[in-house]
């Protein structure tokens, strides 16, 4: 008989975090589940690691076209899930025992939803920095996606497979790197499906130094391009509305700071001018921004 749940573990040279999220797994109260693990490239020992483990609900896989991010990986595990519900996992994070029993009973109460998404407690160094909250469901979900942020992360959802498998998984394209799990739930959004969001911390994201969007300066410049397909898109205009337009002129400067502190100022002062062309209302901040660059790499020169 076919599990109820398939976990998806995405994983690549972490062969030294990778068991506590796989015994976070191997923990749940809720049994009813298979695990894949699918490897994304290793060239560490995560292979033998997983091997290790005498549980037959471990099914190891291989990704023979190694991407550069999770949704590749990903839309494997989903292909090959033989469960009616799946539940994601990053190799650096964990799930507390009760995630998976809590989240199918919030399913059965709540046939509607498309996934059930709970929150997150973040930690340091064995330490809870704060609860991530996701969500609130609101009934234009779509609309709030694209011109409020993003209130999701894929460990902390449990969803159906079928519709996720309707849409095409995640978007493997390139410049979507990173953000590749924003854009599934405002494409799940688009067609109408209900999420239903929980308050309960299930799950630790683990800040460890080598989480992708904190390491990379080029993921808020891929989030607003992302976003910039999306809206335009739902709006179907040759010229994006004010509301568009705030919202991204915002996601620009945002773009800009990054790359700006990261040193790649020819990048930053392309991203500033598209906040600015957005009409972007921080003028002042984005100018003193670029004064203060300029006059603290003069300085370093003499």
């Known amino acids: 008989m076919d599990p109820t749940v398939s976990a998806i573990i995405a994983t690549f040279n972490r062969a030294a975090l990778l068991p506590n999220a796989i015994n976070s797994v191997l923990n749940q109260t809720f049994t009813d589940f298979e695990l894949l693990v699918v490897d994304n490239g290793s060239t560490d020992s995560t292979r033998s690691v997983v091997e290790s483990y005498k549980d037959n609900r471990i099914v190891y896989i291989i990704n023979e076209r190694p991407s550069g991010s999770c949704a590749a990986p990903r839309n494997i595990g989903i292909a090959r899930a033989k469960g009616r519900y799946l539940a994601f996992l990053d190799d650096d994070d964990i799930w507390y025992p009760g995630k998976l029993q809590f989240c199918m009973a919030e399913a059965e109460r709540h046939p509607e939803a498309v996934l059930v998404c709970h929150a997150q407690n973040v930690v340091l160094n064995g330490s809870i920095l704060r609860k991530n909250t996701c969500g609130p469901w609101i009934s234009d979900m779509h609309k709030r996606l694209l011109y409020e942020g993003n209130c999701l992360g894929p460990g902390s959802v449990v969803i159906k497979k079928g519709p996720l498998a309707d849409i095409g998984g995640f978007d ?46 080029y993921h808020p410049a891929r989030v607003a391009e992302m976003v910039k397909d999306n809206i335009a898109g739902y709006e179907g205009k040759g010229r994006i509305s004010g509301k568009g337009r705030e919202r991204l002129g915002l996601l620009y400067f945002q773009a800009a700071r990054t790359l700006h502190k990261s040193g790649r100022l020819k990048d930053a002062l392309s991203y500033y001018s598209k906040a600015l062309n957005c009409g972007y209302s921080g003028l002042r901040r984005i100018l003193k921004e670029i004064l203060d660059y300029k006059v603290l790499s003069k300085r370093k020169r003499v």
């Open 172 to 217: 493997t394209r390139e410049e979507y790197l990173g953000c590749d799990d924003y854009d599934l739930w405002i494409r799940l959004a688009a067609k109408g499906e209900v999420f239903h969001f929980v308050d309960e911390a299930l799950a630790e994201f683990r800040i460890t130094g080598l989480n992708y969007s904190a390491i990379d300066p």
